[in-house]
């Protein structure tokens, strides 16, 4: 528990510290303002254009919300099928290996002639983005289970839905939310460098068009916007991985409570 207590302790110290040099470094000129702005007069560029920020951030947001539903969504059903399934396993885990290594910004002009410039792109990319990572790493936490779990509740005479959420599901939940929080992170980064390379709207956008201009201040307050959104991803997660331990934990420890009470399970004969 010290440990822990030290540990976070040392952490808010951390943060504590480099926001004071944030705004003693360029104050004191060791940094010109011009390469880093002082965090007050960062602040201050943010609360001013305010309007134009929140604007920009809802526009983010929708698209980065779309893009994980289809990336995180689609990429842990796929990932259990094709981590299920030895065929299709064969078949597709190559492919998308492979793929997953190419950089798929260079595809982005593709979307863009394709689905124009609107948010339609920046979904599509992002989706694309952050969906790789989420499967292949829920195939992998399906291919990591167990055999003999599977084995001994086959043998009791589990049904497929309950081998499902007794079994596959639990034993899968660290490495598919792990999957979870790279692929969410890029479906984020996804959405806010697609805004940067051609784009009319959002935060990217912005960060993107007072750059041209050399207006420092306001490019690092679109930067702490993407910052608090991937904060804010974090502590998602973080919450999710809370709550899905306490599940794996009840399930585990009530299963067999649960089984014997409903006579759902029996030996097999």
């Known amino acids: 528990m010290n440990a822990k207590l030290s540990a976070k302790t040392l952490r808010r110290l951390i943060v504590i510290g480099l926001i004071a040099l944030w705004e003693l470094l360029p104050r004191t000129g060791l940094i010109p303002e011009l390469f880093l702005p002082s965090l007050s007069s960062t602040l201050m560029a943010g609360w ?10 809802a526009v ?5 919300l779309i893009s994980m539903a ?25 492919m998308v290996s492979s793929l997953y290594a190419v950089p798929l910004v260079i595809l982005y002009p593709v979307f863009t002639v394709w689905l124009g410039i609107g948010s339609e792109s920046k979904i599509a990319f992002a989706s694309i983005y952050g969906f790789l990572p989420t499967m292949l790493a829920t195939a992998a936490g399906i291919q990591t289970i167990d055999p003999q779990l599977l084995l ?30 790279v692929g969410g992170a890029l479906v984020i980064v996804g959405v806010v460098v697609s805004e940067m390379l051609i784009s009319s709207a959002g935060i990217g956008y912005l960060i993107s068009r007072y750059r041209t201009i050399l207006d420092s201040p306001h490019v690092f307050a679109g930067v702490l916007l993407v910052l608090f959104m991937a904060i804010a ?37």
């Not at 043998?155 to 929080?181: C, E, H, K, W, Y």
Request: with cysteine.
């Open 48 to 57: 001013t254009d305010a309007a134009e920020y929140g604007h920009a951030l």
């Open 60 to 64: 983010t947001l929708y698209e980065v």
């Open 70 to 94: 289809f990336a995180c969504g689609g990429g842990i059903l796929l990932g259990a099928i094709v981590g299920s399934l030895p065929r299709p396993r064969v078949l597709i885990m190559p």
């Open 152 to 181: 001994a509740a086959r043998s009791m005479g589990a049904t497929l839905n309950q081998r499902l959420v007794r079994v596959i599901i639990p034993a899968a939940i660290p490495t598919v939310l792990s999957g979870l929080r």
């Open 233 to 269: 991803f974090n502590a998602a997660i973080r919450g999710i991985e809370r709550k899905a331990a306490i599940w794996q934990t009840g399930t585990r420890a009530g299963q067999a409570n649960d089984d014997i009470a409903s006579g759902a399970m029996q030996p097999a004969t």
